[in-house]
């Protein structure tokens, strides 16, 4: 098999985005796989720089299990309106380096389309990397992330607070009362800096917690339309 000519790129940190922008030339074809709140506004990015852009998401819709189906049609429809290539209900079922055109690829699609690309770039969600803490006696097992109690206090397997540590941000899958009290990981960072002052008071006031019960919020910019979300509108409609 041959190697790729240059690695999938994907967006974490400063240097990622250093990497990405100097891909992102006028006329260059960029394949965005995962049409999320990352890969969206990736797309949105690369369409505003001049490039063509392939959009592919496994779902029906953009952002269906974030925001549901009838704003991720919305969005659909704002990535279309754009010129984005969008394949919905689609996922990469190949790709190599092109033969023909020595730094590029060529990508199959599982509707078995086929098209080179000059860049790919993977924006298919975190996972909390809680490895590490798998024989700590702490609750990483489930859904991800690490249990907490409403105060942020980590819990173990059985239930039971770990005295003197809480957790906070993309990690904590904490109850909310939005979600009816159920567990829930949220990947914001206005969540990370709520929960991080709750997790804190917990800490110094541990006869005296209070919930974390703040509304989830963010927003997300797409050739010009900010879509802002309040609550947990999951499951919504
Ligand atoms: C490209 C990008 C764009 C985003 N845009 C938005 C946006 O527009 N709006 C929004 O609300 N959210 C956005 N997010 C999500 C937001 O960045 C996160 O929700 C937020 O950063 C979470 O903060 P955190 O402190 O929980 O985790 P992080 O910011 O991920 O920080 C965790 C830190 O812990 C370190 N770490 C990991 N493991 C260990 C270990 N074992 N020991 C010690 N340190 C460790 C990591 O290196 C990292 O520095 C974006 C994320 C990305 C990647």
Known sequence: ARTLPRPVLTLRGRDDARTLRAALLPGRHVLVIGAGFLGGEIAAAARDRGCRVTLVEAAGQPLLRVVGAVAGAFVAGLHRE??????????VTDLRAEPDAGAGYRVTLSDG??????????????????DWLTDSGLDVTGAGGVRCDPFLRVLRPDGTVVPGVTAAGDVARAPHPLADGVPVLIGHWTNAIEQAAVAAHTLLHPRDPRPYDAVPSFWADLYGVRLRSVGLPAGAE
């Open 82 to 91: 754009a010129g984005v290539d969008l394949r919905t209900g689609t996922t």
């Open 113 to 130: 389309t086929t098209r080179a690309v000059d860049t790919v770039v993977a924006a298919l969600g975190a996972v909390p990397a809680t």
